[in-house]
């Protein structure tokens, strides 16, 4: 019997004596509800999707950043489980950049919509998204008449994404530019998630992370590519180490498509193997409960033989120095 299937059953017997365990989730419904937020300054709708857990207490907030053409109606499997540990889940809607934009385009004519749509003009406004809905959760959360009044607790906030989503979360965690070292930094982000990652498309991907300092982790696949950007499943490595002053995790899956963080393409096909849904909500909710919730069990999970444990073999999982910390 291998090291690592022990580690799996060992993992699993602690389980059953109540040892930490990121898929466990306590049988409670959880509220989804939509809104549209306003930012006047820019005359900019900005539609969410929130999914709130069943306790009334002030819980720590998650924002999540769709793909070129998604939206905010995206992968409820992750609004689900994070709520369902005790997490606030903002799914923000970007225009410019969601589904709009293919939506009513010719079937043949899609692709080079949205490569249309992955543009400097969009990434900026993505940029600008974030802070205004932080601002505006801050004003609800404060107005008694808000049905969000009082359930949000914002100092404890957590930002993540996939491909575009992940170069906004990238850009709000303190990623920096060529072109007088622009940066759109939101401080009041405290940790991050990036699902397929990408390096700058100009410069020193050293320069341009070492400016961020939040805990990250790193989630992408073997075969993680994409057609539009022409990032290749190697390009998406150069992020990670990278991130010289910030502590950082990350997780390469064997196999893994650029589509596996989703549950559909722009086609309806949906992931063809559910090993990936279930290790990615186990890692991302370790880091969001060691990070937001300073949780000294899921450091330790994550750190430590858990991890692992729901994990394959030829899977690669990795920390940089300051992760242990």
């Not at 932080?134 to 008449?145: E, P, V």
Request: aromatic fraction near 8%; proline fraction near 7%.
């Amino acid at each position: 019997m291998t090291f690592r299937i022990l580690a799996a059953l060992l993992v699993s017997v602690l389980t059953l004596r109540g040892a930490y365990d990121p898929l466990r989730v306590a049988e409670a419904k959880i509220e989804s509800k939509t809104f549209d937020m306003k930012d006047t300054t820019r005359d900019r709708v900005i539609p969410v999707r929130i999914y709130l857990p069943a306790t009334s207490k002030p819980a720590p907030v998650i924002l999540f950043s769709h793909g070129l053409g998604g939206s905010r109606d995206n992968n409820p499997y992750l609004g689900n489980h994070w709520a369902a540990r005790g997490y606030v889940v903002v799914f923000i809607q970007h225009t410019g950049s969601d589904e709009a934009v293919w939506k009513n385009a010719p079937l043949v004519g899609r692709m080079g919509e949205l490569k249309k749509a992955a543009s400097l003009e969009n990434l900026v406004a993505r940029g600008k998204d974030i802070p205004a809905v932080i601002d505006t959760l801050t004003a609800w959360n404060a107005d008694r008449a808000h049905p969000l009044y009082g359930r949000m607790d914002l100092s404890h906030l957590g930002m993540s994404g996939h491909s575009f989503g992940a170069v906004t979360t990238q850009v709000v965690s303190g990623q920096t530019y060529p072109l007088g070292g622009a940066s759109f930094l939101e401080p009041r982000i405290k940790a991050s998630v990036m699902m397929s990652p990408s390096p700058p498309a100009a410069g020193d991907p050293a320069k341009a992370f070492s400016s961020i300092k939040v805990p990250c982790l790193l989630m992408t696949g073997t075969g993680d590519t994409s057609p539009i950007g022409n990032t290749s499943a190697e390009d998406r490595l150069k992020v990670f180490p990278a991130l010289s002053n910030a502590p950082a995790w990350q997780v390469v899956f064997d196999k893994g498509v650029h589509m596996t963080f989703g549950e559909r393409d722009l086609l309806g096909a949906a992931p063809k193997d559910p090993r990936y849904h279930r290790a990615i909500l186990a890692l991302t909710t370790a880091f969001w409960d060691a990070e937001l919730k300073n949780d000294k069990d899921a450091k330790a999970w994550l750190n430590g033989e858990g991890a692992k444990s729901v994990l394959i073999p030829a899977d690669k999982w990795e920390k940089n120095g300051k992760a242990t910390l």
